[in-house]
């Protein structure tokens, strides 16, 4: 069985999701893939994890970097769950390219290359928002791209987290609009 439970953020309403005792999905109301990995059948319920996920939250969005991650279960492909590792690796306030993703995975791998593309897939399926932080991977020219929660809610998680943005900039067009 999975549970749900919601979370007002001050960027707008968070749904939570949990399989009884680790956080399995965390999404902004309305944002691409919402609910991707929640079964049809779920029901709202207050667990454990879920009051360690709010505190994680309430830490985050007074602008601090939170100490402890609230249990996660992740389930997925092989090449996702790598990205979403090394999106975990990815320090707060700091971002990361799409491509410097792919590098680290192409040299774990014992690879030449492996796409940009492919990670920027990866990422954007990532189930559990903000905790693990798919908002901190820009594109190679700064390119604000890709966040499936909306740019503008990338754009106040960098500032949230005091991210230098004067090399970033929002595309005229693409992904992120």
Known sequence: ??????????????????????????????????????????????????????????????????????????????????VWEILKQIPYGKVMTYGAIADIMARQRGMKTISAQAVGGAVGHNPISIIIPCHRVVGSSGSLTGYAGGIDKKVRLLTLEHVDMKHLFIPENGTAL
């Open 1 to 82: 069985m999975q549970y749900t439970t919601t979370y007002q953020s001050p960027l707008g309403s968070i749904t939570l999701a949990s399989n009884g005792e680790s956080l399995t999905g965390l999404w902004f109301a309305g944002q691409k893939y919402y609910g991707e990995t929640l079964s049809a059948e779920h029901e709202e319920k207050d667990l454990s994890v879920f009051s360690q996920t709010r505190s994680w939250l309430d830490c985050y969005f007074r602008g601090e970097d939170p100490s402890f991650t609230p249990p996660l279960y992740l389930h997925s492909s092989p090449f996702r769950l790598e």
